[in-house]
């Protein structure tokens, strides 16, 4: 029923008139004015209570009492500036730091990937159990003959990452990319947006050469016009056309914690039966009713035939694992104790507020028992109570949701990268409304349900006995004594888990990020800038590129020392076989492989990793005196164990490589070039300057500053794009595993 | 409250005094006091409505949509909400009459018989 409401005032007037119209007819009847006015009101009754019984009639009360209550309820809070404040917080912080953290880990660890089916989705990479290693990428060879016999898979398809220097529509720009097999995306079950797929016949290294999107290229370097699509770009010297966009967020979540999302997918993979060279990721769609266990198991009986054929592959054996499990890595320990410690701060908000509330109740038990007394009706008071906690909880919900909001985009903010990756939900900074609704229930609930503990307490039989009770001096009742402190002594019992756990936490994350990394990432700036063709077809021009760049760099002012290099620790891996003069033929599909890094002559210096004996690269190391080699002493004790490393020769290559010996000059010290909980490998250091040294096509560059990290660093930076401009620029990230940990744990 | 010459008269059943003024109203719009006054007079003074609690009567009735209200002015010039029925109060009025005409029958076989048997 929704029509208007009739005014007290109209009902009164209608009053009024009856007595009026009454007065009347007994005057007529002979009666005077001031027995007929009496008689009237006689016969009215009790005009004050009609009016009321209207009032209450027309539910006008229910506004006004509501009205009255907030009134006196913003009051009572003024008077007790504490309570309120410390009430409102208590609530805030409880819903706003239980929704972020929530947020972030459902995002991570609990939110299904946006594939079809994932979780029938296997990432493929193999291990090599014989020789210790782990998490490799995967032939050609072996991603067919898994495909084509294991029968553990609907479909397998494979992507390599790359690198694209991408040129045409604007300045050149070089962006993370993947070559990708046409079945890669059907697998996966994500559509472009724009566009087409590949085709199957795209797959072949001679087949014409097309190029998909990510949403967030297209927006940017082609301002989102569907007019991209058929346009011709130059990616790496070579003609690409553009078929489809993807669609925005879709990122390549199967990547290594170093993998950088693909801003391009390009095809012509071409995967031959008779390809050996390691470049390939894997990702699979299990057959329905085969497990991991099974898959593998089938796997390994293939692997076992294939190398019998190909010595290459011998001990190489598939290494799989469920695409979810994947991407939050191992993180999930980190975030499922985060998650624990969130239940408990929600707990302990709880106890808080409701300790908070009896608290307060216990000293208004007074209050209550007066207005009792004076007559203040059960519901009247209920109601009332129940504004006051609806006050605080709207206040403090407010405020929570804000929190709520703001700690997302932090959370965000604070995010490494390789998180951020692989849970596009994180990055969207947007809190999870379920969980919002969850964490303001249960404290809003809280809040209501303890806010009633002075009624309740009010009810007992005889107001007088509170009034007596506490005009002797206050002491509350034994009853609500008991209830709190159960819930003192639970609070307290929370807090200490609480901060043993968060002790714990905190030291286990001391104990990580004191590992010596063996290199001082610590005012390092890097910066990729490729060289592709043209005048930089030639070594030598390279070599005076780079020369002459570390020169121009050095010169700057903040500049400690610079140096080119290809490979950089954390992440980058360029696996090399190599043999020693020792034993120069080892048996097939034992060749020692270490990482080779072709190093400046400052690249030691610069990065602060100590020389454990001989000496570094100079400018005199170029020509046939050139032909030296650095080596890390994790190499030097798995190929001379107990003996001098320095003067010991090893070559690049295959035991059939034609490369000339090279002359261990020094030692470096072990550095953890693939990650902090990762162990130490063999590498091989090798000089810029060679001419002979298949020149980097990606050479890095590396300085420091002085004490401080200047804002000459973006300045500098900015010229330096202006200048070359192929350049990015990223800061030295050498945490990406475990610094999702201290994330977490600041976050926290 | 109840006014002196309360013994007197009969107080009204509980839920009558709708169907009073549904009845009242029948014969055309009238302001709360007539209705007060056509009713007392109707039931030949026998019947008791206390004024005050009319309004709230009508009130109800009003929020049912059985009546409907507007300010008009009386036969002696005064300024006076007028009550009148509208058709479902008409409806209303067929249904309450058929009740209670029932019920009173009722009520009366009973006294009848129990009459019969002292």
Redesign the interface.
């Known amino acids: 029923?929704f029509r208007r409401r009739?005014k007290a005032s109209?009902?009164s007037a209608?009053?009024e008139?009856?007595i009026?119209?009454?007065t009347?007819?007994l005057r007529e009847s002979g009666m005077s004015a001031e027995e007929a006015h009496a008689a009237a009101r006689?016969?009215?009754?009790?005009?004050t209570?009609?009016q009321e019984?209207?009032y209450e009639?027309?539910r006008w009360l229910w506004w006004d009492g509501l009205l009255q209550d907030v009134g006196f309820g913003l009051r009572m809070l003024r008077k007790t500036p504490g309570f309120t404040a410390v009430a409102v917080l208590t609530l805030a912080l409880g819903i706003g730091a239980t929704t972020v953290i929530f947020s972030a880990v459902y995002a991570v660890l609990l939110k299904p990937l946006p594939f079809r089916g994932a979780d029938g989705l296997a990432f493929i990479q193999k291990k090599n159990p014989p020789r210790g290693w782990t998490r490799n990428q995967v032939s050609p060879a072996e991603i067919l003959a898994w495909r084509n016999q294991a029968g553990a898979f609907e479909d397998i398809a494979a992507f390599r990452q790359t690198s694209c220097v991408l040129i045409g529509a604007g300045q050149a720009e070089e962006d993370p990319c993947e070559v990708a097999e046409s079945n890669l995306f059907p697998l996966l079950g994500v559509a472009p947006v724009m566009g087409r797929a590949f085709s199957p016949g795209e797959d072949k290294d001679g087949g014409s050469r097309v190029a998909i999107l990510s949403y967030g290229l297209w927006r940017r370097r082609f301002g989102a016009d569907a007019a991209a699509i058929g346009r011709a770009i130059e990616v790496n010297h070579a003609s690409y056309t553009i078929v489809g966009v993807m669609p925005a967020g879709f990122s390549h979540l199967y990547a290594t914690p170093y993998g950088a999302v693909p801003a391009m997918w390009l095809s012509g993979i071409a995967i031959e039966p008779t390809g050996t060279w390691n470049d390939y990721w894997g990702v699979g769609r299990l057959k329905p009713g085969i497990d991991l266990r099974q898959a593998a198991a089938r796997m390994d009986r293939i692997s076992a035939r294939l190398e019998r054929l190909e010595p290459d592959l011998k001990g190489w054996r598939a290494q799989l694992t469920i695409l979810r499990t994947m991407v939050s890595g191992d993180l999930h320990s980190a975030l499922a104790v985060l998650m624990g410690a969130v239940v408990f701060v929600l707990l302990i908000a709880c106890a808080n507020m409701a300790n908070l509330l009896l608290a307060r109740g216990a000293s208004r038990a007074t209050e209550f028992a007066v207005r009792r007394a004076l007559g203040a009706g059960e519901g009247r008071m209920v109601r009332q109570l129940l504004t006051e906690s609806l006050l605080i909880a709207l206040a403090g919900g407010v405020l929570g949701v804000l929190l709520a909001t703001w700690g997302c985009h932090g959370m965000a903010a604070l995010a490494p990268q390789s998180l951020l990756n692989s849970a596009p939900g994180l990055a969207s900074g947007v809190a999870d409304l379920r969980v919002l609704a969850f964490a303001l229930s249960a404290i809003l609930a809280t809040t209501f349900l303890f806010g009633l503990a002075p009624a309740l307490q009010g009810a007992r039989p005889h107001p007088t006995e509170t009034l007596k009770e506490t005009g002797r001096g206050g002491a509350q009742s034994p009853r609500s004594g008991r209830l709190r402190s159960i819930l003192v002594v639970s609070e307290i019992a929370l807090a200490m888990v609480l901060l043993v756990g968060a002790g714990l936490m905190v030291r286990t994350l001391a104990e990580l990020s004191h590992v010596d990394l063996g290199f001082n990432p610590a005012h390092v700036l890097t910066l990729r800038v490729p060289l592709w063709g043209g005048r930089y077809d030639q070594p030598q021009a390279q070599l005076e590129f780079w020369e002459h760049l570390v020169a121009r760099i050095e010169a700057l002012p903040g500049v400690e020392s610079a140096s080119a290099s290809r490979g950089l620790p954390i992440g980058d891996w360029a696996g090399q076989f190599f043999t020693t003069s020792d034993q120069p033929n080892p048996p097939a599909g034992q060749v020692p492989d270490a990482n080779y890094i072709v190093a400046g002559s400052d690249y030691f210096r610069t990065l602060q990793i100590p020389l454990r004996g001989g000496r570094t690269f100079n400018q005199y190391d170029t020509g046939i005196a050139g032909r030296v080699a650095i080596v890390n002493e994790e190499l030097a004790r798995l190929h001379w164990p107990d003996q001098d490393p320095l003067g010991k020769r090893l070559r690049p290559g295959s035991p059939d490589s034609t490369a000339p010996w090279l002359t261990v000059v020094g030692v470096a010290g072990n550095v953890h070039s693939q990650g902090p909980d990762a162990g130490f490998h063999a590498e091989l250091y090798v000089p810029c300057q060679l001419p002979w040294v298949q020149a980097p096509e990606h050479c890095w560059c590396v300085r420091t500053f002085g004490r401080s990290r200047s804002p000459s660093s973006a300045l500098w930076c900015g010229r330096f794009i202006v200048r070359t401009k192929m350049c990015r620029w990223r800061t030295s990230r050498p945490w990406s595993g475990s610094r999702a940990n201290r994330w977490c744990n600041s976050a926290w | 409250m109840s006014t002196q010459e309360a013994g007197e008269r009969l107080e009204l059943l509980q839920g009558t005094l709708d169907l009073l003024i549904l009845r009242t109203l029948i014969f055309g719009s009238q302001h709360g006091q007539g209705i007060a006054h056509a009713i007392q007079q109707t039931s030949e003074d026998e019947l008791l409505v206390e004024h005050g609690a009319l309004y709230p009567a009508l009130q109800r009735l009003e929020d049912r949509g059985w009546i409907s209200a507007k300010w008009g002015t009386s036969a002696n010039n005064r300024k006076a909400r007028f009550y009148s029925l509208t058709a479902a109060g008409r409806k209303q009025l067929v249904k309450e009459t058929a009740k209670w005409e029932r019920l009173a029958a009722a009520i009366g076989r009973i006294l009848a018989r129990e009459g019969a048997e002292s």
């Open positions: 029923m009739r109209d009902f209608e009053t008139t009856h009026r119209i009454e009347e007819r006689r016969a009215f009754g009790n005009v209570q009609a019984r209207f009639a027309t």
